[in-house]
């Protein structure tokens, strides 16, 4: 059988998409997202495959009939790799790849491929090669065909002096080196990405003081978008998938004085593998030690409910599914169906309607995040030195002044507080607090 892979990148390759659903399961109808995916590697997509099956197929996926079907379509469309939106196993992979003799690839690894393609950052760029790595790594058993000796002594004949002086004996299968080599690099990466996470966890652990917002949501329902129009931040925006690898964090006044950060963080998918979840930890920690997620949602999109399931799901493993969010429908100006806007709002009737890219709903948003920073208002009485002019500023900046007035040379201030900000009043460290009413 002819080496068909040589390499996982699938750009300008013509590509047979297959969509195998079993008849037993829900599951979403993949091919719209699985076409931009492919065309976001840089795959030209010459066929489509869609098929609902009894049960998968151990050794092909789809089983013989259908296998047999593609590989007629490969023929007639002159396909170079056939990308399944399921995940494979090396077996299912070898056993595909030796029918239809193209490339194979899976859902998994098309999303590695293009995360390797856009990485542009070092830090980026080693989170990728160790998640791609970590994937493949332990399906070499069965995904390569070069598993015979590199050297052997097998005797006095050619083939046993194939290695050369210094390498006779035993012999060492390509199985592996190839192991011993990708566990080397793994380390290597763990090591190099560890240091990168020291220096990105002090800067995080350095803004502890401050109120931090992340933005979070599914790739591409307009994050960066949405980061520039409430901070003026110039951020590249692109209408395609993983526009954005890298946290960026901006600092967002919200009236009166009050500034807090937000950071925009990766775009979340279905069924993101779990090796780029792990490696892409460091990145992912700005919504893990967020006080506030703003969890943005493209309700323009059919499948936008299933995309919250899968975003919910990723926070979850991440360790913030129960952080404070604002569900965010954003998009709206080009929401085709009104319908569902309204079944969206009647599912989270607490979720704000807004369009980051005219900017309305904008001002409704900026009031909801400045009511989470405040948290529920409380009304105290504040003693404090005359002088201590650093409190009285506090208060009217970050709180409602009711009264002020000089009791036995010092200052009594009667204001209304957000319950978040008390902590903050503390360290100034006035005589007394006490209070009044919640």
């Not at 917002?213 to 993983?242: C, H, M, P, Q, W």
């Amino acid at each position: 059988m002819k080496e068909v892979r040589q390499s996982l990148r699938v750009k300008a390759e013509r590509a047979i998409l297959v969509v195998a659903i079993v008849r037993s399961q829900t599951q979403p109808d993949g091919l719209s997202e699985l076409k931009s995916l492919a065309k976001r590697a840089g795959a030209f997509v010459v066929d489509t495959f869609q098929q609902k099956v009894r049960q998968i197929n151990s050794t092909t996926y789809i089983g013989k009939g259908k296998t047999e079907m593609l590989a007629e379509r490969i023929i007639i469309h002159k396909a170079d790799v056939v990308i399944f939106d399921n995940d494979l196993s090396p077996r299912q992979i070898r056993e595909l790849e030796k029918v239809l003799q193209v490339k194979v690839l899976d859902r998994s690894e098309l999303i590695l491929d293009i995360f390797a393609n856009r990485a542009r950052t070092r830090q980026a760029k080693l989170q990728v090669e160790l998640a791609q790595l970590e994937y493949t790594a332990p399906r070499l058993r069965r995904m390569w065909l070069h598993l015979d000796s590199v050297a052997g002594a097998g005797g006095a004949t050619a083939a046993g002096a194939v290695g050369g002086i210094g390498t006779r004996g035993p012999g060492e299968k390509q199985l592996e080196i190839d192991r011993r080599i990708a566990g080397k690099r793994i380390t290597q990466l763990k090591r190099e990405i560890a240091k990168i996470d020291k220096r990105r966890i002090r800067e995080i652990d350095a803004r502890k003081e401050q109120f931090k917002i992340g933005i979070v949501g599914y790739t591409n329902a307009g994050k960066s978008t949405l980061l520039n129009a409430l901070t003026s931040a110039d951020i590249l925006v692109e209408d395609r998938l993983f526009a954005t690898l890298d946290t960026r964090t901006r600092k967002w006044t919200l009236a009166g004085g009050v500034e807090v950060l937000l950071s925009d963080t990766i775009g979340f998918l279905r069924d993101i593998p779990h090796q780029l979840i792990a490696s892409f930890k460091a990145t992912l920690e700005e919504a893990v030690n967020a006080d506030l997620l703003i969890h943005v949602v493209d309700a323009s999109n059919p499948e936008a409910m299933r995309q919250v399931h899968s975003v919910n799901n990723v926070l979850k493993e991440i360790g913030c599914d129960s952080h404070p969010t604002l569900t965010v429908l954003n998009k709206v100006d080009v929401t085709r169906k009104t319908d569902d806007l309204e079944v969206m709002q009647t599912i989270w009737p607490d979720a704000l309607s807004v369009s980051a890219k005219t900017g309305f709903g904008l001002e409704e948003l900026r009031c909801a995040v400045l009511s989470k920073y405040k948290g529920s208002e409380l009304l105290l009485r504040v003693s404090c030195g005359k002088s201590h002019g650093k409190i009285q500023s506090f208060l009217r900046a970050y709180g409602t002044i009711m009264k002020e007035e000089f009791r036995d040379g010092s200052m009594v201030i009667e204001a209304r507080l957000g319950q978040n900000q008390l902590a903050k009043l503390k360290r100034l460290r006035p005589v007394n607090i006490e209070t009044l009413s919640s």
